[in-house]
């Protein structure tokens, strides 16, 4: 069945450094992938998003870009900020028989200091 | 504003005692969706609805019940609270036309 699996944390970076969190996939067809975020004590908020293979998704200088050749969506920064820090969460919408629903990989929790 | 809300967000309650989550969304969504979400921040899916009257079991067995009358409304029930079931409890929906999910901020639950 289809399958997500990221990177594991936690990851500590400092304010104004690059962010690289690995994302990798296993599905049949051409999924659609989606990286969320949770801030602490709220819920999961959508990211961003890519359908095709090379679509890039981007929003609030994160970017993802849909790599069929490598399975892979990893999420990126150029220069984090202290309120990036939360737990973000990689996922697939596919059809290896998850019933339409999202496959979610365990999570990384990312902490910036000042 | 469309959203989705839940209530309540904190509930510490002792063993033994009955109790239902509140789960509305104003999207006018066919899917929903609940979550348990363990303290290593991992998502397990315990119930899901195609729509109204529709309820499935997700990947995760549970000891809660869902209902879905409505729509926009889709309560989770535990009948008899444990310890077991302390853990943080969210809501989604999802337009069936489109795949991604929009999540409520989340019930957190304590059994003492």
């Known amino acids: 069945g289809d399958s997500v699996t990221q990177m594991e944390g936690p990851v500590t970076l400092s304010e104004e450094a690059f962010l690289t969190i690995n994302c990798t996939y296993t599905a049949t067809g051409y999924p659609s992938l989606f990286w969320y975020v949770q801030y602490p004590g709220e819920g999961l908020q959508l990211l961003l998003k890519?359908?095709?293979?090379?679509d890039k998704g981007s929003n609030k200088g994160f970017e993802a870009t849909y790599r069929k050749e490598t399975t892979s969506f990893h999420l990126e920064k150029g220069s984090v900020q202290v309120s990036d820090s939360a737990v973000y969460f990689c996922a697939l919408y596919g059809y290896g028989g998850s019933q339409g629903n999202l496959i979610f990989g365990k999570g990384t929790k990312l902490s910036v200091k000042p | 504003e469309a959203d989705i809300y839940q209530t309540p967000r904190y509930l510490v309650i002792g063993t033994g005692k009955k109790i239902t989550l509140e789960c509305s969304q104003t999207m006018g969504h066919d899917k929903m969706y609940w979550y348990q979400q363990d303290p290593g921040m991992e998502l397990h899916l315990i119930h899901y609805?195609?729509?109204?009257?529709?309820?499935e079991k997700g990947d995760l067995s549970s000891e809660s019940t869902v209902s879905r009358i409505r729509t926009e409304h889709f309560p989770l029930t535990l009948e008899s609270a444990r310890p077991s079931h302390t853990s943080q409890y969210l809501c989604?929906?999802?337009?069936?036309?489109?795949?991604?999910?929009?999540f409520g901020p989340g019930t957190r639950l304590t059994v003492l």
């Open positions: 609805s195609y729509g109204v009257n529709s309820t």
């Open positions: 890519a359908t095709k293979a090379d």
């Open positions: 989604a929906s999802s337009d069936g036309g489109r795949r991604e999910q929009f």
